[in-house]
């Protein structure tokens, strides 16, 4: 993987704030994006009743911005919608009316200060690997609040109807067969004493993200790469070889069993086809109009184009066939708030107030209202 991780005293993986975002959020969204845009179906995406109440109710004419909107499912007739993402694959697939679309970040909103009415910040704020993260995105949205506006707040919850998330920093797996494929959903085995909630939680893989400064992650990756060394020579490396990739069953001091942990964190999306290690090749994975020019140097423009169509076409077919197979998963990267957590988050903003809390579908839902930073709160 293209960043380093080490394990911590609680058997987690650790892995930095920002290459979990960029690896399990931003790049894993964009290509599920693309996968999903192969039909040029027009999909029919998930709506909560609670969101589409709070836009309903909104006076005529109010702007509403929808943070992060994805598939943009909520417009209205009677209100102004802007909505924006980080993944600008999902917006050019998100073509409908009654809502204007750009790209942006969540954490620095290009919206005047107290220019809408009303915010949507559903399934959002989750995906924000550190508490300063999910406060500055929440202290973003109030600043391009109105006073007396609201914000609805959506996030996973830690407690789940069927079982509970082995801890609130997670990885959870999505699997390719979920998706219609040519119109038609695979067969899928029935599982008669699990339902697919527990095995998402069971499958999800407990992370430690750590904040570190540049001197510290410098310094982290130096160590790593010499880690790595040693462990490719036995003679020098002080570990124990293992055989398979997961560790095994060991019991902890409460005299219950740890699940499973995985040496090193899967890839957020399967490589299936060997990708080498030249700089062109780096550079085309991070800014393609800078990859083919300096490409162009070395081989004409029409043939480069031949090479990525052919690999693209290539790599499509493997993950189509693949799952088919069943045996495609990406993972994408979840805090998941315990109760009472969200609500501590929103007062820790000074101009938001909690108007409700409330457990919906798996979810932790709050309405804040903006409130002026010259009253004194109750």
Not at 320 to 342: C, D, I, S
Not at 359 to 374: L, Q
Request: hydrophobic fraction near 35%; include cysteine; glycine fraction near 4%.
């Amino acid at each position: 993987m293209p960043f380093s991780m080490k394990l911590n005293a609680n058997n987690e993986m650790s892995i930095s704030s920002e290459n979990v975002e960029q690896e399990y959020v931003h790049s894993i969204y964009s290509r599920l994006a693309t996968y999903q845009q192969k039909d040029h179906k027009p999909s029919s995406p998930r709506i909560w009743p609670r969101v589409r109440q709070f836009v309903d109710q909104q006076s005529i004419g109010s702007v509403i911005l929808d943070v992060g909107c994805g598939e943009a499912k909520y417009t209205s007739q009677k209100c102004h919608v802007i909505g924006f993402d980080t993944c600008s694959e999902v917006l050019s697939s998100s073509k409908k009316e009654n809502i204007e679309l750009c790209l942006a970040d969540a954490v620095k909103i290009p919206i005047r200060d107290g220019s809408v009415d009303a915010i949507l910040n559903v399934s959002v704020i989750h995906h924000l690997a550190t508490t300063s993260r999910r406060r500055q995105v929440l202290q973003e949205c109030s600043r391009c609040l109105r006073v007396g506006g609201q914000i609805l707040i959506y996030a996973w919850a830690f407690e789940q109807p069927n079982g509970k998330f082995a801890a609130q920093d997670i990885l959870v797996p999505w699997n390719m067969h979920e998706t219609a494929i040519g119109g038609r959903l695979p067969k899928v085995k029935f599982h008669l004493n699990t339902t697919k909630e527990q095995r998402i939680i069971a499958a999800s893989i407990p992370v430690n993200i750590s904040d570190k400064s540049i001197a510290q992650r410098w310094f982290s990756g130096v160590l790593s790469k010499v880690t790595s060394l040693t462990d490719q020579l036995p003679y020098f490396s002080k570990r124990c070889p293992s055989s398979s990739g997961y560790k095994s069953n060991q019991s902890t001091p409460t005299g219950t069993v740890s699940p499973l942990m995985p040496q090193k964190l899967p890839s957020a999306a399967p490589q299936f086809l060997p990708t080498t290690n030249s700089m062109i090749s780096g550079i085309k994975r991070w800014s393609p109009m800078l990859g083919r020019r300096l490409a162009s140097l070395l081989v004409p423009v029409e043939e480069q184009f031949s090479e990525e169509l052919a690999q693209t076409i290539m790599r499509e077919s493997i993950t189509e066939a693949m799952a088919t197979l069943r045996e495609v998963t990406f993972y994408r990267f979840y805090h998941v708030f315990k109760e009472g957590e969200l609500s501590d988050l929103v007062d820790s903003v000074d101009s938001l107030k909690v108007v409700s809390t409330s457990f919906e579908h798996g979810n932790w839902c709050v309405i804040a209202e903006k409130i002026s930073t010259n009253l004194i709160r109750p």
